[in-house]
């Protein structure tokens, strides 16, 4: 009884929440209920193809579900929503439209299939009761938010494109597991990566290719070359080793810090249309010169103005000679901030491509954060190599130009590609 | 013959350039070459006119001391061969 009615009062309380277009037929007492959770984003084509075939054929779905329609680019809440059921279905980069029913999901949507696999899966709900996880979630709103997820989250924004028996079971019975439908249209079984989806194959391609961009440029490691070239000139090998460390790690985390501020920024305003255009002009503005600095084919390093590069050396002498190894570390971490400071604001296109890209793919934050250290250690490779070499080998190397000269090609052409795909495709680095 | 090599210890461009150097010193012995560096050696840097925006640069003279070339930037060991050996059988 006592359910019944705290049932009566949340369904009560979505209808406030939702705005139903469509009332088709009325709900059938004899068939269980089925629900349709669609996760899908503005912007995204294939999502828009599968919502306009939805509203040209559910009243052909027999018995009739309830549809949800869950916009992740312009709700948090539903984000963070679609977040949590990547995790519960072992798909964090699941990508949209993603289409829950039952205990079965789809990802994707294929002209002619996807239909016919949401009509065969809600025959076949109907036919052996599927409770979704999802259920308990949406009917009961914020209340039960906390089940699944660690923290409290506002009620999703649901809307509802058709509703025939919107009747929520409230119980709170185990959680089944869901499970991927055997008639996947857009995504690949392989036998060592498991179920991948392919418009998401690139973004770890994506994230080497810019990373090493960003980062590999021989002649922006002045600093780096004439600190090695000051602890050569040392005895201690351990000394050699912290300092020159110290300073890396500093500038990583400098960078890290910069692009965890890019990121968090595009995840809040990233869905604004705008925003992703002017990301995708900035995307082609930086593409073309890239591939100018490619046609020029300019050797060797500009000569850094004298007075700048002075100040710097001067202050590298100071430290590297302290006797005092914790003011020396302190000294470097210092200097690498100064100086990484200064460089950001030179070097924000990539990161701020590269950031908006990944903060369009809708993954969970452990996704997030596995990219930006791959990016990170993409863009400080070549620190590494150089420091790491140095020392072990006591001899300093420089890194040719020539490899400077095919990466602004190859770069040029994949981050200008990034941006008319960000301008005129964008479905194409959403997992759309 | 001499060629006069203008670098810096923070340019990449100039380490990559030095085992070359150091090969084609050995190939041709009888190639006299100096190594200048653009902090350390200012003063001779800018007597030899060098106002460059880039390192490092490779300044060429024949057996009169007349300067006959300067390069730019990174160059392929085969060609820098090609070039001293062309300034170098002209003048003989």
Redesign the interface.
Known sequence: MKYWLLGLIILFLSWLTVSPQVLAAPPSPETPPVSIYIFHSNGCPHCADLLAWLRGHYQEFNPQPTFYLLEVSNHPQNLRLFAGVGELTDQPDGGVPFIVVGNQYLIGYQTGVTGLDLQQMVSSCVSNHCPSPLDNIIATASASLTDLFDQPIAPPAISVVATASAIVDTDSSPIPDLHQSTTLPSVLHLPIFGTINPSLLSLPLLTVVLGLLDGFN??A???L??LI?LLLGMTDRKRMWLLGFTFIGTSALIYLLFLTAWLNFFLYIGWIPIVRIIIGAVALISGYLHLNKWRQH???????PDEK?HQI?GRLQAITQNHNLVLALIGIALLAISVNIVELVCSAGLPAIFTNTLSLSHLSWWRYAFYLALYLLMFMLDDLLVFIIAIKTLE???????YTHWANLVGGIVIALLGLALIFRPDLVMGG | MKVIKIG?????????M?PRWVQIETELPWLHTVYLD??DDAAEVKKLGIV?????VFIFYDDNGQEVNRL????GKEDLISLINQIHYKNS
């Open positions: 021989p002649c490691m002045w600093v070359l004439f070239s300019q050797t060797g390093c500009e000569v850094v590069r050396f300093v190397t420089g890194i040719s130009a020539k | 810096a210890r923070w340019c990449s461009g100039c380490l990559v030095k653009f902090d460059a925006d880039r390192l490092p730019v930037g990174e160059v």
